[in-house]
């Protein structure tokens, strides 16, 4: 019997004619063999005492007809039906067995297994996945393989960062920002998503750096002719609140007089809290002049906290984002927290230091999801 005269079948009802596979080359075949070869492979999976072995085998077996109902039921969504290939691939790979396998996509197909409103509720407060997924647990299993799926993140999926086609492909009515063109990670509705995932073990999470559109603004305020500071004689690194640590703060500067090009003319509160003003705006031209104004508010006793939403509105700005999605993901859950407000969520932070001049990403700060 020749090569183009035999049916590959894999399962009932998969069946595939091998003279509508164009292409390959045919080469006679001994029946001896492939009955030697068949006893063998039985006798090895009579063998397998691994469950997960066994589904992976049975999943091979079936893997055209799952192939199938795979396409069908991602097409549904219109972000999973661009990573059709990928993600049918995940389903496979899965050891779990085809029944459940078979059942997922059906469930995929028919609805979304996000809640939205309990994901995006712009509550600021830390959420479990427990509150917003509502899918089975072969549906978890899905989503957590998604989040850091190299094939479904950077440049294999748009610049996609990870977990943001995890979230759109399993509801309808958010979409991932894949286009090239698009200021969002993710859009639900008219809210545009700015995602951070930590997706690995260990502590922390999700926050990202808000980067400063001038990462050491004492360096441009001292250098202009408004300025009564001397550059010259300025310290090599100075701290925008007052630390434990050997960098200077503002204020220590502000009230030397070594530092001042006249020193003689030593400066008042109200004019160093104005000055501290500039210095804001400088870093974050991005925030509106209240946000401005309310960082430099508690000036000379202002902390990282309250120069944190600063920042935070003018990354915000910068970025064309209207609201902050934070995903931390481990083996066992997948925690989240969502705001357009920071002021909601600021407890749920750890800051990182900043610096108005002499370091690298001076004001650019750092967020990590406590």
Known sequence: MR???????EAPGDEVAAKDMAGLDTQPIDNAEIEKLQTDIAQRVNQVADPAVLHRIQSLLRKSNIGNISKFAFKKDSDAEKFVGRLSEIILGLDIPVTDKVNFLREFGRSNMIKAEELLDNSGSPKSMDSWFEGSETARTVFKAMINDPGLIGKNAGEAGPGELAIACFHREITAGTDPKASYDLKYKNDLI??????????????GRWTAMNDYPMVTFAQSSQSP??????????????????????QAVLNDPNYLKNPDAPLDEGTQKKIFEQLLALAYPNASPE????????????????????????????????????????????????????????????????????????????????
Do not use: C, W
């Not at 300025?234 to 503002?250: Q, R």
């Open 194 to 207: 700015e995602v951070k995932t930590k997706a690995s073990e260990g502590k922390g999470g999700g926050g």
């Open 291 to 370: 946000f401005i104004r309310a960082g430099a508010s508690k000036y000379p006793n202002q902390t990282r906290a309250d120069i944190a939403p600063v920042a935070f509105e003018s990354y915000k700005g910068k970025q064309q984002f209207t609201s902050m999605l934070l995903m931390k993901a481990s083996s066992d859950n997948v925690s989240t927290l969502h705001f357009s407000d920071l002021s909601k969520a600021i407890d749920n932070f750890i800051l990182g230091g900043l610096y108005l001049m002499g370091q690298q990403r001076g004001m650019s700060m750092q967020a990590t999801m406590k």
């Open 229 to 250: 500071l001397d550059p010259k004689k300025l310290p090599k690194s100075i701290v925008p609140y007052e630390h434990s640590g050997t960098h200077p703060s503002i």
């Open 3 to 9: 090569y183009h005269e035999i049916k590959i079948v």
